[in-house]
């Protein structure tokens, strides 16, 4: 039988079979994918073939092989630093949720996101949420944001999950289409799926006002069937997010506004650190590269940790 997995608790796996039929599966015995050495070996969204296994009453599904991914979004995993986590698989998009506090979802953090998605071919829009909670100069910080990155190439949408604000420019971006929403706890990713599918009634939680920071409310990645004709993949909140199997001197490739310049750098290969008639740094100087999205790239090939953060301004704090 070929179904879609759309939802793993680790070990257990909800599998949409072709004729609609949902089964509880297990995996076959070690599972590997192509060398790549995760913590889930099966993700959401992943097209899988099983056999039922009929026990009693129950059938049980068994997971016996995987087709080839389209594309991932993977990172390292919480737990065990070298190794990795996929998210989720076979994505036509991904909605990373941003909001300026309550939490802050700092440049660093939007920066690395980008280059996994850029890197493993997810086309990717930024959702500014919580719009209707901010002064007139958090308001500039957002348009500040959202201009950078919209004139790097990336869809970026100002939005209200709670009061619907632009709302409906997510549903119709959505149709036809499998889409992740990803971001930090707290974003609000629960609060915007009962949004564009009221019925749904995913768990919300409120902010924690002791440390600013949003609470779980989604444990494992799942899959979702929306009534305008998409489908949704919510993930549990993410506090960092660390790239996985790149070389330092590929990071540059993976953020649109370098890879353009590249070309005119005296050096091919050029990492647009010290190396004279560098064309990234004289943009950078002129102003046509943002502080903020260079300092995110040299964090990235220095391999310094995500700890510290990058202001919009590009400014450590």
Same mark, same amino acid.
């Given at each position: 039988?070929?179904?879609?997995?759309?939802?793993?608790?680790?070990?257990?796996?909800?599998?949409?079979?072709?004729?609609?039929?949902?089964?509880?599966?297990?995996?076959?015995?070690?599972?590997?994918?192509?060398?790549?050495?995760?913590?889930?070996?099966?993700?959401?969204?992943?097209?899988?073939?099983?056999?039922?296994?009929?026990?009693?009453?129950?059938?049980?599904?068994?997971?016996?092989?995987?087709?080839?991914?389209?594309?991932?979004?993977?990172?390292?995993?919480?737990?065990?630093?070298?190794?990795?986590?996929?998210?989720?698989?076979?994505?036509?998009?991904?909605?990373?949720?941003?909001?300026?506090?309550?939490?802050?979802?700092?440049?660093?953090?939007?920066?690395?996101?980008?280059?996994?998605?850029?890197?493993?071919?997810?086309?990717?829009?930024?959702?500014?949420?919580?719009?209707?909670?901010?002064?007139?100069?958090?308001?500039?910080?957002?348009?500040?944001?959202?201009?950078?990155?919209?004139?790097?190439?990336?869809?970026?949408?100002?939005?209200?999950?709670?009061?619907?604000?632009?709302?409906?420019?997510?549903?119709?971006?959505?149709?036809? &289409? $499998?889409?992740?929403? +990803?971001?930090?706890?707290?974003? @609000?990713?629960? =609060?915007?799926?009962? !949004?564009?599918?009221?019925? *749904?009634?995913? &768990? $919300?939680?409120?902010? +924690?006002?002791?440390?600013?920071? @949003?609470?779980? =409310?989604?444990?494992? !990645?799942?899959?979702?069937? *929306?009534?305008?004709?998409?489908?949704?993949?919510?993930?549990?909140?993410?506090? @960092?997010?660390?790239?996985?199997?790149?070389?330092?001197?590929?990071?540059?490739?993976?953020?649109?506004?370098?890879?353009?310049?590249?070309?005119?750098?005296?050096?091919?290969?050029?990492?647009?650190?010290?190396?004279?008639?560098?064309?990234?740094?004289?943009?950078?100087?002129?102003?046509?590269?943002?502080?903020?999205?260079?300092?995110?790239?040299?964090?990235?090939?220095?391999?310094?940790?995500?700890?510290?953060?990058?202001?919009?301004?590009?400014?450590?704090?």
């Amino acid at each position: 039988m070929e179904g879609t997995v759309y939802k793993s608790t680790g070990s257990w796996y909800t599998v949409k079979a072709t004729d609609g039929s949902f089964y509880e599966c297990r995996i076959k015995g070690k599972f590997r994918i192509k060398g790549i050495k995760s913590t889930n070996p099966i993700a959401v969204g992943d097209n899988v073939h099983f056999e039922l296994d009929e026990k009693g009453e129950e059938k049980v599904g068994v997971i016996n092989s995987i087709e080839d991914r389209k594309n991932y979004i993977i990172r390292k995993s919480v737990n065990l630093s070298k190794q990795t986590h996929i998210i989720a698989a076979n994505l036509d998009q991904v909605f990373l949720l941003i909001t300026l506090n309550n939490p802050t979802t700092y440049t660093i953090f939007i920066d690395r996101f980008l280059v996994t998605a850029e890197a493993y071919q997810v086309p990717t829009v930024l959702v500014f949420n919580k719009i209707d909670t901010y002064s007139d100069a958090e308001k500039n910080e957002i348009k500040f944001l959202m201009s950078l990155y919209r004139e790097i190439g990336y869809t970026c949408i100002g939005i209200s999950a709670k009061t619907g604000k632009n709302v409906d420019m997510i549903k119709e971006i959505m149709i036809g &289409k $499998t889409s992740m929403f +990803s971001g930090h706890s707290g974003v @609000g990713k629960s =609060t915007l799926i009962n !949004a564009v599918e009221p019925g *749904l009634g995913i &768990k $919300t939680a409120k902010i +924690s006002q002791q440390h600013l920071q @949003g609470q779980h =409310t989604t444990t494992f !990645a799942e899959m979702f069937d *929306l009534s305008f004709g998409a489908q949704i993949i919510d993930t549990p909140g993410i506090k @960092g997010f660390g790239i996985v199997d790149m070389e330092k001197e590929e990071i540059g490739d993976y953020f649109p506004e370098l890879f353009q310049l590249k070309q005119d750098c005296k050096f091919n290969n050029c990492i647009h650190m010290d190396e004279p008639q560098c064309a990234v740094k004289a943009a950078l100087e002129d102003g046509k590269v943002s502080w903020s999205r260079y300092k995110s790239y040299v964090q990235m090939i220095t391999g310094e940790d995500e700890n510290y953060r990058i202001d919009i301004h590009g400014e450590r704090k």
